[in-house]
């Protein structure tokens, strides 16, 4: 893999954080693009609520993984520096889109378009986010020792001689591009005046997304450690609402027409 993509004046740029970043201004531009164009939304409440969702995304991604590592550094476990390591994405994006939703009432936009309007860049940001976590080799499988490399597994350069993981990252790279594919497709075939309204896309994102983490997560290395345990729940959360908020869409179209 490739932690380091390059040092610059003695300073090193890690893959990590150049990709994620890369990804959530790709989001951020991309977002404020549909909302205003396809989405008819302007721009100074689109520029207010990013803000908000970028803040609480950043802020919310820390908090579950120092709730459940703060008590392993208690029990003598783990070094302090270890509580701060890692960034969940479950809870960037339940505290972003809750900041989100908040920031949308106050201001009286549509919830239902602004969220139709970020779910494709959601989508391709977390596939271009994943091959940070790859090249860092961080967020990888689970893995075991087999005899013969197990077609499509990863081994890192740190794992031991004949120990493969599952591939954890590109798989979900792949799934988030699919699902990107498959929201930009619904939102070709829909007629202009119901995209317009909203509601249609980001369901499916709470859907597909927590469908995949609730089949994928298992097969990570922090749940062998015993950590993530709170994502399931987030996950199925969002499945939930995701359902629901899809149910109301098509009842509200309905009686529109």
């Known amino acids: 893999m490739r932690p380091v993509l390059f ?7 890690r893959s990590y ?22 989405y008819g939304m302007s721009e100074s409440d689109v520029s207010s ?12 991604s820390f908090v579950p993984g120092i709730m459940e590592r703060l008590p392993l550094y208690l029990d003598g476990r783990i070094a302090f520096a270890e ?17 989100g939703l908040w920031r949308l009432r106050k201001l009286g936009a549509s919830a239902d378009a602004f969220a139709d309007a970020v ?15 790859l090249l860092e080799g961080c967020c990888s499988g689970a893995g075991a020792a087999f005899g013969a490399a197990p077609r499509f597994w990863l081994h890192f350069p740190t794992d031991p001689a004949n120990f493969w993981r599952f591939p954890s990252q590109p798989l979900e790279s ?12 619904l939102s070709a075939l ?14 499916f994102v709470l859907i597909l997304y927590g469908l995949y983490r609730l089949l994928a997560d298992p097969q990570r290395q922090l749940y062998a450690d015993g950590l993530m345990n709170v994502n399931r729940y987030v996950w199925t959360a969002g499945i939930i609402v ?7 869409t098509a009842k509200r179209l309905r009686a529109r027409d």
């Not at 040092?7 to 740029?13: G, H, L, P, T």
């Not at 509580?83 to 994006?93: D, E, I, M, N, T």
């Not at 779910?119 to 976590?133: D, H």
């Not at 792949?174 to 497709?185: D, G």
Request: hydrophobic content about 60%; charged content about 15%; glycine content about 12%.
């Open 7 to 13: 040092e610059i004046f003695n300073a090193e740029v």
């Open 242 to 248: 995701g359902a629901a908020w899809l149910m109301r």
């Open 83 to 99: 509580v701060f390591r890692g960034l969940y994405s479950a809870g960037g994006l339940l505290a972003g889109g809750l900041a």
């Open 190 to 203: 829909l007629p202009e005046d119901k995209r317009r309204r909203g509601g249609m896309l980001f369901p």
């Open 49 to 60: 609520v990013l803000v908000w969702v970028y803040c609480a995304g950043i802020l919310g």
């Open 174 to 185: 792949f799934a988030a591009l699919c699902i990107a594919l498959f929201l930009a497709v």
């Open 17 to 38: 954080y150049a990709l994620w970043a890369f990804a959530l201004f790709l989001l951020v531009v991309w977002t404020r693009r549909r909302a205003e164009r396809l």
């Open 119 to 133: 779910s494709i860049p959601l989508a391709v940001m977390l596939a271009v986010g994943r091959v940070g976590c």
